[in-house]
């Protein structure tokens, strides 16, 4: 079940519900010549996760990240809102101390987009810590007040932004063939009915196209989703991205894109998902 799609969200307390896939199929090996369903060379060594675990069905809804809002940027410290996002389906008013935020009727199941990987950490954080008044700053990663650096997942996590080798397991790998696809439709080839792609002018509501073999739409196209990959570039620590966007062409969704940016990023294609434990938090 996705959020109440009410276009304001007031509560502090508004409760977020959220629907996992589970991925089990624990020990699978990682990508390789061998049990990849197609001829291309593309993503070998990665998909190897040795636990169950759940993952997001879908993306981050705006509904979903209103809540948030509403529940912990009355005081926006940690900048959780980028006026960008009025344009795309959240929007802020009041004053600083006691802003509210609505989300815009007939939007509220798009995900949410110009967040960065602190974003997304600190909504996992919320999420863990029961939300309501939930600490942004400690639980599954601990951040305390950090805007920069690199934060791993804390032992015994209860919702985080998933490893890259979670996110690409949900994506392309067949439990029941024990082999992995090209695309996140479980197929090695990909058309405008399975996914939000080719320079859309938008995202589309979550659960659109064709899912994953483990049930999760959305994994291709739509927005690029963050997840805890690192990389040392150009402009300094970069964390990882899959799946493309609506902006882009079917090449960015196979297992073979990988994509790194600064953490503070935000962009109108950067959404994300969380992954948790089995079973979900209460």
Do not use: C
């Not at 799609?5 to 589970?22: F, G």
């Not at 090996?29 to 593309?42: K, L, T």
């Not at 960008?84 to 929007?91: D, E, F, L, Q, R």
């Not at 392309?172 to 792609?197: C, H, I, K, R, W």
């Amino acid at each position: 079940t996705l959020v109440a799609s009410a276009a304001l969200i007031t509560s502090a307390s508004a409760s977020v519900t959220m629907e996992w896939v589970t991925v089990g199929n624990a020990g699978n090996a990682a990508q390789s010549e061998s049990n990849r369903a197609h001829s291309f060379i593309e993503g070998d060594g990665f998909g190897a996760v040795g636990y169950s675990y759940q993952i997001g069905k879908y993306e981050v809804t705006n509904a979903q990240y209103g809540a948030f809002l509403n529940a912990k940027a009355a005081t926006d410290s940690y900048g959780l809102y980028n006026s960008n996002m009025a344009s795309y389906g959240i929007t802020q008013g009041g004053v600083d101390g006691s802003y509210t935020y609505s989300v815009t009727g007939g939007l509220e199941n798009r995900p949410v987009v110009y967040v960065s990987w602190f974003d997304a950490a600190r909504f996992s954080n919320w999420i863990a810590n029961g939300q309501g008044n939930g600490d942004t700053e400690d639980g599954s990663y601990s951040l305390l007040g950090a805007t920069s650096g690199i934060f791993m997942v804390n032992t015994g996590a209860k919702a985080w932004i998933p490893t890259e080798n979670e996110w690409y397991k949900a994506a392309y790998y067949n439990g029941g063939t024990s082999t992995y696809s090209l695309f996140p439709n479980g197929q090695d080839s990909v058309t405008e009915a399975d996914a939000t792609y080719r320079w859309s002018s938008d995202a589309t509501d979550v659960g659109y196209g064709t899912s994953s073999s483990y049930g999760t739409f959305g994994q291709g196209g739509n927005v690029w989703e963050w997840n805890d990959a690192v990389n040392d570039g150009f402009f300094g620590w970069e964390r990882g991205l899959r799946g493309g966007s609506f902006a882009d062409r079917s090449n960015y969704m196979r297992s073979s894109e990988r994509y790194f940016n600064v953490t503070t990023f935000e962009g109108s294609d950067y959404g994300f998902r969380l992954a948790s434990a089995v079973p979900e938090p209460s």
